[in-house]
């Protein structure tokens, strides 16, 4: 079994770069440890926790806002089975996809846990304890990551958890600990908020997402507390009991010693993610980890072996799907001999809660810290004529500029869609537009994009027109 390029890890980053690379003629063969393809992000990521998400999002409409459309509906409950099925049957849909995608592109896939013996050939060790040689020119390691789940947590899977297990749980709970306001533990948290579970939320810094517009992240802040969500910020854990029935998690607050017990039904860890390279066999080819776990790569995201290139959560950047994608095909074309280009900088990132959060480009923040110079220009949704028809008016739109050149440097946005309108930001940045350019674009009336039109005119010696 000889390939031109052997893809380690059938996430997005993995399953895309396999397609590129047989796109562009490359003989492709693709190694996944799982049974199923797609990596974290389609089977215990991105995809279930969105199902889950607009699921919960139409509850809470249900039960909150079709009164004010003067929809009356009668008594209301949450089929908790019901609703984990239909996630289950949207991952399914989406991985058969995934497999027809690789028979279509006649890519060989190998199920079973990978390892290097060189730098052209992996050892391939299926569930049956079958063990295959497969012989490549080169190889990209796309494996992805793991949730990272300190041993003073207790981490049972039962009443201790991550997102794999929050994906699955079949009640819905009375009360649930999340370690970590990141955007994992902000997403399932909004989840069973929704569905009337009590969350309390323990993070150590002192804000949520501290990758983020600070200004936005508040406004999603404000709108989880109305919904029900309590946040300790500046908060450490120091202990997590689980028993049969349910947790108890401890914390301090930043400068005391008083410890503080919550109890709850479940306590979900989302701290973060680890780099996944575990029994790779880096070690047998002379590939080295960084002290988080990561493996370096230069400007063409080759590793220090030429045959060996790495994309996604096991190298430097964000552990974002879509930041994996554009790195497989960066990898597959320059293989091919092409000169593709990535802008890290215009890499979008969002929390899929409701109201949703994006931003893209630099914050407020990097931009002091840079010393450039900068003007901002922010326009509210309550003060949108489309987000009052939908009731979702909480949020606003924000446009950083270049204080000089009116070049915009960042957009961030809280509100309903900004999922979808962060791409209005990443396109005009992409082309070097200025605030001015976006000013005179004609929006479609009424659309939630209007927003950044305004804001767009705010940053623009103030010239907003609806406020």
């Excluded at 063969?29 to 969105?50: D, F, M, Q, R, W």
């Excluded at 049957?89 to 079973?112: A, C, P, R, S, Y």
Aim: hydrophobic share 40%; charged share 25%; aromatic share 6%.
């Amino acid at each position: 079994m000889k390939y031109d390029v052997t893809v380690i890890g059938a996430g997005p980053g993995g399953y895309v770069a396999a397609i590129r690379c047989a796109q562009l003629g490359m003989k492709t063969a693709l190694v996944e440890k799982y049974n199923s393809l797609g990596g974290t992000c389609l089977n215990v990521g991105c995809i279930p926790s969105k199902a889950l998400l607009d699921s919960s999002e139409h509850y809470f409409a249900a039960k909150e806002k079709f009164s004010s459309h003067g929809i009356n509906v009668g008594s209301l409950s949450v089929d908790m089975p019901k609703m984990i099925q239909r996630k289950n049957e949207v991952v399914e849909q989406t991985v058969k996809g995934i497999d027809f995608l690789m028979k279509k592109n006649k890519i060989d896939v190998f199920h079973g846990h990978a390892s290097f013996t060189d730098s052209n050939k992996i050892k391939v060790l299926k569930t049956d304890g079958e063990a295959l040689v497969v012989e490549s020119h080169k190889f990209i390691i796309a494996t992805g990551s793991k949730p990272i789940v300190p041993e003073a947590f207790n981490y049972d899977k039962k009443r201790v958890i991550t997102s794999t297990e929050a994906l699955g749980i079949q009640e819905v709970p009375a009360k649930m600990v999340v370690i970590g306001g990141g955007v994992i533990g902000l997403e399932l948290g909004s989840v069973y908020a929704r569905l009337g579970t009590k969350v309390e939320v323990i993070e150590f810094m002192d804000t949520l997402v501290p990758s983020m517009d600070t200004e936005c992240v508040k406004e999603l802040q404000k709108s989880m507390q109305k919904m029900g969500v309590t946040f300790h910020l500046s908060a450490q854990v120091t202990r997590v009991v689980p028993s049969e029935k349910s947790v108890a998690v401890f914390y301090k607050k930043k400068g005391t010693e008083t410890e503080v017990e919550i109890l709850a039904d479940y306590c979900l860890v989302s701290i973060g993610r680890r780099p996944y390279t575990d029994n790779l066999g880096l070690e047998n080819v002379g590939i080295e980890v960084d002290a988080k776990g990561k493996i370096k790569v230069n400007e063409h995201l080759q590793t220090a072996v030429p045959t060996i290139y790495a994309v996604g959560d096991v190298i430097q950047g964000p552990m974002l799907a879509h930041k994996a994608e554009e790195e497989g095909i960066f990898v597959a074309e320059v293989m091919a001999g092409q000169k593709p280009h990535i802008n890290y900088n215009l890499i979008p990132n969002v929390i899929y809660t409701w109201p949703e959060v994006a931003g893209v480009g630099q914050t407020e923040a990097q931009l002091k810290e840079a010393g450039i110079p900068f003007k901002s220009g922010k326009f509210p949704f309550k003060a949108l004529g489309r987000a009052r028809a939908s009731t979702d008016i909480e949020g606003l739109v924000k446009m950083l500029c270049h204080a000089e050149t009116d070049e915009i440097l960042g957009l961030h946005i809280t509100g309903a869609r900004a999922a979808d309108l962060i791409m209005e930001g990443v396109t005009l940045m992409e082309f070097r537009a200025s605030a001015e350019d976006a000013c005179r674009m004609s929006h479609a009336h009424p659309t939630y994009s209007e927003a950044i039109k305004e804001a767009a005119l705010a940053a623009t010696s103030n010239r907003a027109i609806h406020i």
